[in-house]
């Protein structure tokens, strides 16, 4: 289990865009699945969007369209620009990667490192 760090979190309003970014475990940890998911206090955590090594996306149905995951494999980081952003999608958002040997799933079950959170905030 590593410690991973995000940041990009701040307030915007509606209809605006933010990009988070996520230092992954390097080449020594080797995962080939991270995500991103996010949480509002006395909610479950919700999966946001995953992605593989060979670059498979998965998204939330609450996000597909507005927000895209990537990775730059030479810094070790992982993105998520966030487009069209509404209230609702105010939440501390988490990254998290995992070694799995199989396809990335939308769960946040599956995955054992985890950063710190980073706060969005999206007024009306």
């Known amino acids: 289990q590593v410690h991973l760090t995000e940041s990009g979190g701040d307030s915007v309003h509606h209809g605006g865009s933010l990009k988070l970014s996520c230092i992954l475990p390097g080449p020594t940890y080797s995962t080939d699945c991270s995500g991103w998911f996010r949480q509002v206090p006395g909610q479950e955590q919700e999966a946001v969007a995953v992605?593989?090594?060979?670059?498979?996306?998965k998204y939330s149905e609450s996000v597909r369209g507005r927000f895209t995951v990537s990775k730059n494999d030479a810094k070790d980081t992982l993105f998520l620009q966030m487009d069209n952003l509404s209230p609702e999608d105010t939440a501390t958002y988490y990254c998290?990667?995992?070694?799995?040997?199989?396809?990335?799933?939308?769960?946040?079950?599956?995955?054992?490192?985890w950063g710190q959170g980073t706060q969005v905030t999206v007024s009306s």
């Open positions: 998290a990667a995992v070694r799995l040997g199989r396809m990335c799933p939308l769960q946040s079950s599956a995955f054992k490192s």
């Open positions: 992605i593989e090594n060979n670059g498979k996306t």
